[in-house]
């Protein structure tokens, strides 16, 4: 059973857009947030958007502006939608819901 479903990765050209998406299985328990992190190649995973059960969005600085987080807990999916997209957001992002997501590939290349 696949407990957290991701989709949306792909290729884009620098400022170009995309959508990722992620369903939560109803058996997760206790969700508190949902988000989405990022890992690079050579890089730590780190935070992209995170949206907790009050509706409070957290972003990292450098996507603040052009990343907007989606859906939340109360419906068990959030999105990511990925604006004016930079070489240096080429990475695996994974979606976070109490546990790990496969990841998702996001490629920006021209």
């Known amino acids: 059973q696949v407990l957290l479903a991701e989709s949306g990765g792909g290729w884009v050209q620098p400022g170009g857009s995309l959508r990722l998406s992620c369903a939560a299985a109803?058996?997760?328990?206790?969700?508190?947030?949902m988000g989405w992190y990022r890992q690079a190649p050579g890089k730590q995973r780190e935070l992209v958007a995170n949206?907790?059960?009050?509706?409070?969005?957290d972003y990292a600085d450098s996507v603040r502006g052009r990343f907007a987080i989606s859906g939340g807990v109360a419906n068990n999916t959030v999105y990511l939608q990925m604006n004016n997209l930079k070489l240096e957001d080429q990475a695996v992002y994974y979606c976070?819901?109490?546990?790990w997501g496969r990841g998702t590939l996001v490629t920006v290349s021209s």
């Open positions: 976070y819901a109490n546990l």
């Open positions: 949206i907790s059960t009050s509706g409070r969005r």
């Open positions: 109803e058996s997760i328990s206790g969700i508190s947030a």
